[in-house]
């Protein structure tokens, strides 16, 4: 495996940044691994562990003599560090990100005057436990890692790709927008379907009943709605206008339901049930 | 075990009715059981894998006889089969049935003279897999079964928990329209909202690259819009009062969730992350 970075910065050592970290000096890909973040704590537990080499609280600090730098901080977060990491890291360094919304960071990455070498990417990997602890060395092994090269450079995008396609994932190129817009539905709509779901039977006054009856439908359906809310609020904030557009549609479509079931039109019911399936179906367990 | 039927009549040897079928005969509940059907393959396979003892595609032959029918087939077929089952048992004979929609066939039960003795019930268990072959001894282990009596006598009320407990499940009492009301939201609903969500996706031109960056979080969110169209269907009508309701608050919540988001309120999308979080916690992994 080719090396991606003689000295990679994570900032964020939490479940994808340490398990980009664990993972990728494991491939061989990292030389040596420093972390920055705001709890010592964390930090420490990383250090112990082997997760990285090195360790900063102070942001400037870590990047400082990077080949790589890599935001691994919440969505809103890795936008606000941008600044401070594009001044403190040397011009060569490659930066990149991980952040589930991409428009907002590239045209960030461009205002600074790094859009040359930044290039925004966004794994298809997580789960719901937190910190470094939770790293996981093949959290990417098999996982779609879009990347958002916007105008960076041919070296950077590079260095990106390899480093990716080393810990184990497909790395597919797309525009930051066309990105954006995708994980709106695929994403961010299911996480606001879920949590609207949860929070109305959370105002019910028959909740009690409802939790004894809640079956493995519900389970599944609302599973993802006791994830992070500051994360989740972030990415709605970040992807507001995809995210409206895909709200609207819900609504439309919810109208049509709501319309058949009022009409008592079975034909149209089943229609839309048949044609969720089928989709649900294409999409494997 | 005290037995809780000599001879039981199971209409519908699927994954409820062949489970119980199983469970039944093996907790020793069960001293002969007769399956009924419209698949002879299905009933075939029944009877070769011993879920069952004697099989009859006339669901009349089938239970003439029995002490206990169960009532094992979709929502809607149970209310149209319990015309022929209750002209041909004998006029003792416990009824009951697995729906997961109750005050319809509670209902027809008054409605056709058999209502001191039929006992609705709705086991909290299920599966995607169908048909005999998915009959599983242990499905209702520890699951919830409601149990809507109406103005049914003791003794069948006495003989259909027994049944549920010797499988392994935890009976409750409840009114057949409260049942229903309850399980439009934690049930119905989930499967119209994952069957939208599914549709709206499917409806879209960028299908395939959803397909490529769906998460774990859309996986589990929409894993209930595979199972069957029919069933779902059915379900919809036969709790459509409910249902609509359900569907309406649904849209009210939708729509403030929309305008918080539309006015960059962020302090409001939180505050309904958090509270759909608090409440998906409460209810466990």
Do not use: Y
Not at 91 to 105: N, Q, R, Y
Not at 254 to 267: P, T
Request: hydrophobic share 50%; charged share 20%; aromatic share 4%.
């Amino acid at each position: 495996m080719k090396i991606a970075s003689q000295r990679v910065a994570i900032v964020g050592v939490g479940l994808i940044g340490g398990s980009l970290a664990l993972a990728g000096k494991r491939a061989g890909a990292f030389a040596h691994v420093v972390g920055a973040g705001r709890s010592q704590a964390n930090l420490d537990l990383a250090l112990r562990t082997g997760i990285i080499d090195e360790a900063h609280t102070d942001v400037a600090r870590a990047v400082r003599g990077a080949d790589l730098v890599v935001l691994a901080a919440p969505a809103d977060a890795c936008v606000e560090l941008l600044t401070a990491v594009a001044a403190a890291a040397g011009p060569a360094c490659v930066l990149t990100d991980v952040a589930s919304v991409k428009a907002p960071i590239c045209s960030e990455a461009v205002r600074l005057g790094v859009g040359s070498r930044f290039v925004g990417a966004h794994p298809i990997a997580g789960g719901t436990a937190t910190g470094a602890a939770a790293a996981d060395a093949s959290l990417f092994v098999g996982r779609t890692v879009v990347v958002t090269p916007g105008v960076a450079e041919r070296a950077p995008r590079d260095t990106v790709a390899r480093m990716w396609r080393a810990v184990g994932a497909e790395v597919l190129d797309l525009d930051a927008d066309a990105h954006d817009g995708v994980v709106a539905v695929s994403s961010h709509l299911p996480q606001l379907l879920a949590s609207s779901l949860c929070a109305l039977v959370g105002g019910d006054q028959r909740q009690a009943l409802f939790l004894r009856l809640c079956g493995a439908g519900f389970r599944d359906t609302t599973r993802i709605a006791a994830g992070d809310a500051a994360m989740w609020t972030a990415i709605a904030r970040e992807n507001r206008r995809h995210l409206l557009d895909a709200v609207d549609r819900f609504a439309e479509l919810w109208a049509r339901v709501r319309d058949a079931l009022a009409r008592g039109d079975d034909a149209e019911v089943r229609a839309l049930i048949e044609e969720g399936a089928a989709m649900r179906r294409r999409l494997g367990a």
